[in-house]
């Protein structure tokens, strides 16, 4: 069982940045695969960015060269820096945590076990 808090959301102008945390409870976080989602005000939740065990990072299209997910075990949380915001970033972002697993895609939401709270994040024009 791993519990997940996130933290770092908030009200930022377009071109700013913003730096999410993910906190994660349990003695094997190392072991978990870990990502980012987001929803925005009607739409469906989708993937932002991950990185699992193997070290490797995902990220949206949206995204890429915007956004930089990091890891750092020791202290079981996983990170989103975020720069460049644009409005359409606005949405709940949420932390998402599975027990690793190289099979599995790691781009849908279904393919997580475990969920934070969520935070939100608002980009203004």
């Known amino acids: 069982q791993v519990q997940l808090v996130e933290s770092g959301g908030g009200l930022v102008q377009a071109g700013g940045s913003l730096r999410l945390s993910c906190e994660a409870s349990?003695?094997?976080?190392?072991?978990?695969?870990m990502g980012w989602f987001r929803q925005g005000p009607g739409k469906e939740r989708e993937f932002v960015a991950a990185?699992?065990?193997?070290?490797?990072?995902f990220y949206a299209n949206s995204v890429k060269g915007r956004f930089t997910i990091s890891r750092d075990n020791a202290k079981e949380a996983v990170y989103l820096q975020m720069n460049s915001l644009k409005p359409e970033d606005t949405a709940v972002y949420y932390c998402?945590?599975?027990?690793?697993?190289?099979?599995?895609?790691?781009?849908?939401?279904?393919?997580?076990?475990?969920w934070g709270q969520g935070t939100q994040v608002t980009v203004s024009s």
């Open positions: 349990g003695r094997t976080f190392s072991t978990y695969d």
């Open positions: 990185f699992p065990r193997s070290r490797n990072t």
């Open positions: 998402a945590a599975r027990r690793t697993n190289p099979y599995k895609t790691v781009v849908v939401s279904t393919a997580y076990d475990y």
